[in-house]
C-alpha cells in the first residue's frame, strides 16, 4: 500500500536554529513529490515539486531535497513567521487520477522569537 | 497560480440536512478536484470533478452522498448531503491550470454538523 510518513509531528525552533522536516514514502512508483505549508484556517500553500532523486529546490530559508525513499525540507535560520504545518504528499503514476495525490499527517512548525 | 475561492468559509449544520458548497477558479483550469481534511488526518480526495460529465469518485466516497457538478472549466459544486456528524471536516477545492502539474487548494469550507 503506497503511504508518507512525515517526521516528527511537531518541532519547535528557537528564531535563527536550522533544522530538517523528513517524508518518508513508499510507494510503486513515483510521478512527483510536493511539499506545501498549511496556515491554521487555509487552505496548502504550494512550495515545491521534485521529481527525481538528487533533485533540489530552494526558496527564501526553504530547500528541499529528494532521495530514492525520502525527502527532507532544510530550514534555515527559521523565522516566526515560517511556523505553520509543511504537508508533503506525492504522486504515482498508477493514480486514478491526477489529483490523487497521497498526503502525510505533517509537521507542525512552532518557531519562537 | 490559480487563486481559488471558496464558499461559505465555515458553517454550522443540522444533523440530515445537505450544504452545497461553491468554487471558483479566477483562470480556466484542466483540473478539478474536492478534497477531505478531518482533524489530525490527512488530506483524502474526494473526487475529480469533471466538467460536464459526472465526476470521478474515490474509493469509499459515493454520488448520493457527495454529488458534484462542474458545469464550465472555472466551477464547480460540492454538496455533502444528509449530514451526520461524522461529515465534520474541512472540504478543500483543488484545481491544477493548463501548464503545470502544480495543485492549487481554496481556504477551506468548516463544516460542523450538530
Known amino acids: 500500500e503506497d503511504q508518507v510518513t512525515q517526521s516528527p509531528e511537531a518541532l519547535r525552533l528557537q528564531e535563527g536554529e536550522s533544522s530538517s522536516l523528513n517524508c518518508s514514502y513508499t510507494?510503486?512508483?513515483?510521478?512527483?513529490l510536493f511539499w506545501y505549508r498549511q496556515d491554521p484556517g487555509k487552505g496548502p500553500e504550494f512550495l515545491f515539486t521534485?521529481?527525481?532523486a538528487g533533485e533540489e529546490k530552494e526558496k527564501e530559508r526553504l530547500k528541499a531535497t529528494l532521495t530514492k525513499k525520502e525527502s527532507f525540507l532544510h530550514i534555515t535560520a527559521p523565522k516566526p513567521e515560517d511556523s505553520a504545518t509543511y504537508l508533503c504528499?506525492?504522486?504515482?503514476?498508477?493514480?486514478?487520477?491526477?489529483?490523487?495525490?497521497?498526503f502525510g499527517k505533517g509537521t507542525k512548525l512552532s518557531v519562537k522569537p | 497560480s490559480a487563486v481559488i475561492s471558496q464558499k461559505p468559509s465555515r458553517d454550522i449544520c443540522q444533523r440530515g440536512t445537505s450544504l452545497t458548497i461553491q468554487c471558483q477558479v479566477d483562470?480556466?483550469?484542466?483540473?478539478m478536484f474536492w478534497y477531505r481534511q478531518q482533524p489530525g488526518q490527512s488530506l483524502t480526495l474526494i473526487a475529480t470533478?469533471?466538467?460536464?460529465?459526472?465526476?470521478?469518485?474515490e474509493s469509499g466516497f459515493v454520488i448520493d452522498k457527495f454529488p458534484i457538478s462542474r458545469p464550465n472549466l472555472t466551477f464547480s459544486t460540492l454538496t455533502v448531503s444528509n449530514m451526520s456528524p461524522e461529515d465534520s471536516s474541512i472540504y478543500l477545492c483543488?484545481?491544477?491550470?493548463?501548464?503545470?502539474?502544480?495543485?492549487?487548494f481554496g481556504e477551506g469550507s468548516r463544516l460542523t454538523v450538530l
Open positions: 483562470s480556466q483550469v484542466t483540473m
Open positions: 470533478a469533471n466538467q460536464g460529465s459526472e465526476a470521478t469518485y
Open positions: 521534485l521529481y527525481s
Open positions: 483543488s484545481a491544477s491550470g493548463f501548464y503545470t502539474g502544480e495543485l492549487f
Open positions: 504528499a506525492v504522486q504515482t503514476p498508477y493514480g486514478g487520477s491526477q489529483g490523487n495525490l497521497i
Open positions: 510507494v510503486s512508483g513515483l510521478r512527483g
